[in-house]
Every structure is written in C-alpha cells, then in structure tokens.
C-alpha cells in the first residue's frame, strides 16, 4: 500500500513539474537463434581460461561482447539473459570464468591480474577473441560491480581490438570507493568475500574456483609445508592473500595504487558508457570517471564520446529490464528502463557503424527521484545548480524525537549557540537502514529508527518544491574525548506523515580527516573542521516534505564501528566509549552545502 501511495505522490508532482518526460528508444528486434559451447583462451604465461562462446546462427563473423566474471559463467545458461540478448541480435559472446574461479585454473588475486601487472587477462583474452575466425576484430566489454571493475582495470592496457565499454555499477578506486570510502572499512568487502568463498582457503594456491573446500591430504601436506617455508601461523597462512591485504592495509599505499584506474585517466583511449544509481554505492564513482575521461582521456575519440546514466535503482545484477520498485517506493513506469536495449544501441554504433543516434543524444540522462522522471544534461554536475547553505542549528524542528531533533536553516547560526554532545560506544552502534547497504533493508527506506538515535536537523516544511541533484558537502565542527572517532552524514527527504527516506549516506574516519596515505589522531578535546563529502543525488522535496541531515558515528553493518582508539589497524585497537560534540554557533556555524536545481521554465 505504501508503494503505491508514493507512486501515486509522484505521478500527481509529476503533472506540475515542468521537466518533460523522456521517450526511449524502441529496442532491435532479435534476428538470430544461438549456439553455445565452451572455449578455453590462452593467456600470457600459457594458463588457459574457461569462457562461454555465445555464437549467432549465421553466417560470421561477428563484433565480440566480452564479459569476464568471478560469478560463474554458467556453462552456456544465461540464455533467458544478456548473453543470450546480443547473440539473437548478431554478436558473438564470451562470458569468461576470471582465473581462479569456477571453470578457470590459477590463483584468484581479486583485480591484481585484470589491469597492468605482471599478468595482463584482460587484455589477453580481448586480443584473443579480436584474432578468432568467428569474430570481425571489434571488441566490447560489458558488466557490472567486479565486471565493470575489471574493465576500468583493462582498458589501462589499450588492448587494440577493444572499441568500446558499457561499464556499470563499480568503483574507480578500489580503496577509496569500495574498501577504505572515508577511511572505514566498509563490510560489503567481508561479506562479498564470505559468500563467494573467497576469504579462508589455505588450498587456494592447488585447486581453481571454489577454493579447495574438498582439498585431498596432499593438498593439506603442501599447505603445511608452504606456511612452515613462509614461517606464517595458521591465521595467515589460512587466508587468501588478497583477503588478508585487504584487511591489513588500511592506509592508501602502493598496493591499492594496482587497484586506482582513476589514477591512470590518461589511458582511457575508447568510447565508455559509464552507469550507476541513487542507491548504489558507486554514483560518486561512475561521475569521477566520466568527468576524468571527458578532460583528460588519452584519445579525442574517448573524451568526445563517454557517456553517463544515473538511475533510481540498487546495486546488483542487471537483468534484461530494470526494476522500478526500490526498497518502500515505486519509482514509476519510467524507471523501467530496458536496459539491454541501451547496450545493444551503444554497441550497434561502436562497433556495427549503425548509424542509430546514440551520439548526437546529451552525454548525461539522470533520472530525477520524486518526479520520477528522466532528464537529459550536458554536463555533471549540473552548471546551473546553485550551492545553497542549509547551517545547523540548535532550534527545535518538532519533526522527530532524536537525540537533538535540531533543524537546518539558511540563515547562519548566533553567537553562543550551545554544542549537541551524544554519546558513542561502538559495542552499541546505530543500525544500518536502507540506502546503499549491502543486505537488507537496502533501497528507499524508513530511516526514522536510526534518526531517532543520532542528532538530526530539519528544515521546516518546504513552502515551495526544491530540487537538490548532484554531490553535496558537510562542513562539520566537532571533538571527541577519544583520539579518533568516525561522523556519519545522511541526507534524507521526509514526507509529510514522517516518513524519512533515505537518499544517501556517507563516513568520514577523524583520523584520515587530511590524508589517507597518513593519518593521524585527534586531540580529545580539540574542536576541528571536518569536510565530509555526501556523495551525489538528484531528489525532488515537494512543497510540504521537509530535508533532514542526520549525524552519528557509526552505521553498522554498512561499516565497521571505530573502536575510538587510534591505530592504523582499528580492529586490533580496544573499545572505548566516546562523548562526541557537533558545535553550530557563529565562530563554528556547521553547514550543509546542496546543489540546489532551479525549475525548468
């Protein structure tokens, strides 16, 4: 009932709002029946790996769609999905097992053989698929999360049969955007690890893909002897070796640069579709490579061509159709996007020379939540958003029975204001709801529990709709008792019976306040300026809703709740209990700076 209640809310804005809604294109028709079988290509130091050849009914050859995947290629079944939709559409489709996955032997190394190490599988196994008989030498990626990862790893090494990549849903920067965002360890990471079997497999060096659970007594004799020669206690000698740098290295060092293709720009040399959504956990992401390829990509064919498209939806897989319920609220039929569709345009181009109109399209389509529609743009962010200052006060808003239940407002706050002090103990952190969250409750969600528990500030209701899209900013004057703490912010839109919908949420780690190559502790006691980044939106607050900043200092299960005591690993580190102070008076006036969208005329 909820659902529908909202969709009903933003179709009646929707009537009034002044943005039309955006036409789709209408999707090729499938023209082919399919074979599958598997093809094992050769990489660079003679390891061969298992991929899925998705071959159309006719006459060859054909553009190559290449899809590398931890996730199991599934020997030839994904053929109600997207393998099955580019073949019956005239391409030939490799999805491959990524080594030491499934079907593909070696070692699994977590990213560190996709890019421009040592080992080089990207690239290998586009060079190869680009020299087969069945194929016209034009090749595209696709995928998202890891598969999209990988591709940002790969086009590094400008592989020459690769024209283009539909890259979506995944980091730029494995440590800042996945592991380490802010400087907290983020959980996905142990949970993607723990339910992918990746985390604790002492045979992982003998056997490919899952792990060795079923590992021989010779197995076991080779591991014993293989932690004795590295002199490693059976802690650590039982843990795969990129679980166990991810979990001892929790600075930004020269393991995570094999990891940043956001810091290798310049090599992006091919057209790239670059895709995520509001509750993702890689918006911030998918932008930073799309503004970094469009100024600073290694070729005017890259620059001039990326794309970007930002959507309502979760992270996960993608299926033929997107979905438009998210979490509590139905985001309306548009949301609906066809998906494969899109690809199949972008490819139809890059790689067909079907001249169908993608490229004279704007570069940037966001889809607008609470209107619930889709807006073409030239540009992100948005040139004529305007940075509006929303400063924290100590008035009561009335909205909310929080530890504070202070409010935002754009007037600066009077001398003497008095501090919110909460206390913190991370034995007791607040609960994670909805957003971006790796498991349930994820999506649009009723964030009120964990409100009622951390300080908030809200506007009073909006006499008039405000559109906030794009990345916003909080400025934010505190101490703590302890040597180091985290603050979370999130920024939420609350409907008019008090429903608090999570729009995003975000961390910063004190200690990695100026560096995250080098942190450093706090003074307890000492008042310092914190500059956390809210990582981007597009919301419509209708007339009536009200825009809420929530601060805490944990969000768990999202991240692991800092233990309050400095050390650069904070797990090995004791629990203490913190009193934290947020200060908004005019020698430290605390703001929130949100791009605020004038309406269309």
Not at 42 to 71: C, H, K, N, Q, S
Not at 410 to 419: D, M
Not at 582 to 594: G, I, N
């Amino acid at each position: 009932m909820r659902c529908l209640v909202w969709m009903l809310v933003g179709i009646g804005a929707a009537l009034v709002w002044s943005s039309p809604a955006y036409a789709w294109p209408e999707e090729r028709a499938a023209e082919h029946t399919f074979t599958c079988k598997e093809v094992h290509a050769p990489m660079r130091d003679g390891m061969e790996l298992a991929a899925d050849l998705y071959l159309p009914d006719a006459p060859g050859p054909f553009p190559v769609i290449i899809e590398r995947t931890p996730y199991n290629k599934n020997d030839c079944n994904w053929r109600g999905g997207h393998a099955a939709y580019f073949a019956e559409r005239g391409y030939a489709v490799l999805i491959q097992d990524v080594r030491g996955r499934f079907h593909s032997p070696g070692v699994f190394r977590h990213f560190l053989d996709e890019g421009w190490g040592k080992l080089q599988d990207g690239y290998d196994t586009i060079e190869w698929a680009g020299t087969q008989p069945w194929s016209t030498g034009k090749v595209g990626t696709i995928g998202g999360s890891y598969s999209c990862f990988n591709q940002n790893m790969t086009a590094v090494t400008q592989p020459p049969h690769l024209k283009a990549m539909f890259c979506a849903n995944s980091a730029s920067n494995r440590f800042k955007d996945l592991a380490y965002p802010g400087g907290a360890f983020q959980t996905i990471m142990a949970n993607w690890y723990l339910n992918n079997r990746a985390a604790a497999m002492p045979l992982l060096e003998n056997r490919p893909g899952q792990g060795g659970y079923r590992g021989t007594a010779d197995d076991w004799n080779q591991w014993h002897v293989r932690r004795i020669e590295r002199q490693q206690g059976f802690w650590d000698s039982w843990q795969a070796q990129s679980f166990a740098d991810m979990m001892n290295r929790t600075t930004y060092d020269d393991h995570w640069r094999q990891l940043a293709p956001d810091e290798h720009i310049e090599k992006f040399i091919v057209p790239a579709y670059y895709m995520s959504a509001w509750y993702d956990r890689y918006p911030h992401s998918v932008t930073t490579m799309y503004n970094g390829i469009r100024q600073r990509g290694g070729s005017l064919l890259a620059r001039q061509s990326v794309k970007l498209i930002l959507g309502p939806w979760l992270h996960g897989p993608r299926s033929i159709v997107m979905p438009r319920v998210i979490g509590d609220i139905d985001f309306g039929p548009e949301a609906a996007m066809a998906y494969a569709a899109l690809r199949v345009r972008w490819f139809d181009y890059h790689l067909r020379g079907i001249d169908n109109g993608i490229m004279q399209e704007p570069p940037v389509r966001i889809f607008v939540m609470g209107i619930n529609q889709w807006r073409e743009e030239n540009e992100w962010p948005l040139a004529r958003a305007v940075e509006t200052e929303f400063y924290l006060h100590a008035e009561r808003s009335g909205a909310i029975h929080s530890l504070n239940d202070g409010t935002l407002s754009k007037q600066k706050p009077p001398a003497g204001e008095q501090p919110d002090v909460y206390r913190y103990d991370p034995r007791t952190p607040v609960e994670s709801i909805g957003g971006d969250n790796a498991i349930e409750p994820m999506g649009a969600r009723d964030h009120r529990p964990a409100d009622r528990k951390s300080l908030t500030f809200t506007t009073p209701p909006l006499t008039e709709d405000m559109e906030i899209t794009g990345p916003s900013t909080l400025e934010l004057y505190v101490s703590s008792t302890a040597d180091d703490t985290d603050f979370t912010a999130a920024l939420i839109d609350v409907h008019p019976n008090g429903y608090a919908q999570l729009l995003r949420q975000t961390i910063l780690r004190a200690s990695r306040r100026e560096s995250l190559e080098n942190p450093t502790p706090i003074e307890p006691g000492k008042v310092y300026k914190l500059t956390i980044p809210i990582y981007p939106v597009s919301n419509v607050f209708f007339k009536g809703h009200r825009l809420r900043l929530t601060v805490s200092s944990s969000s768990f299960p999202k991240w692991m709740p800092n233990h309050n005591k400095f050390m650069l690993n904070n797990e090995e580190a004791p629990y203490v209990a913190a009193n934290n102070t947020v200060y908004h008076d005019a020698a430290r006036p605390s703001v929130l700076r949100a791009p605020v969208v004038p309406p269309q005329q």
